[in-house]
């Protein structure tokens, strides 16, 4: 089992940043990715960014260039800084940690709230 805590989630006003932080315990040998989810109230939980183990990140369009994703080993942790934040940022960002090429474990989500 993988256990993951994410932290730094707040409300902010559009054009702020913020930079969650996921921190992962357990038996993480064999994981090979961590991502970022998102799900605003209403819809589906949607990706936002994704680094693997060599470091090699990827992003949804929505987030591209003002979004960044990086990880630290050593610490098993995965970031997430969020600039130029929009109103449609606004939900309960997930931490995830990828095993097999598939989205095994989660977070328990901290919300995210950008006002206009």
């Known amino acids: 089992q993988v256990q993951l805590v994410e932290s730094g989630g707040g409300l902010v006003q559009a054009g702020g940043s913020l930079r969650l932080s996921c921190a992962a315990s357990g038996n993480i040998g064999g994981i090979n990715g961590l991502a970022w989810y998102r799900q605003a109230p209403g819809k589906q939980r949607e990706w936002v960014a994704r680094?693997?183990?060599?470091?090699?990140?990827n992003y949804a369009d929505s987030v591209k260039g003002r979004f960044t994703i990086s990880r630290d080993n050593i610490r098993n942790m995965v970031e997430l800084q969020m600039n130029s934040l929009k109103p449609e940022d606004t939900a309960v960002y997930y931490c995830?940690?990828?095993?097999?090429?598939?989205?095994?474990?989660w977070g328990q989500g901290t919300q995210v709230t950008v006002s206009s």
């Open positions: 680094i693997s183990s060599d470091g090699y990140t």
């Open positions: 995830n940690a990828i095993q097999n090429g598939l989205p095994k474990y």
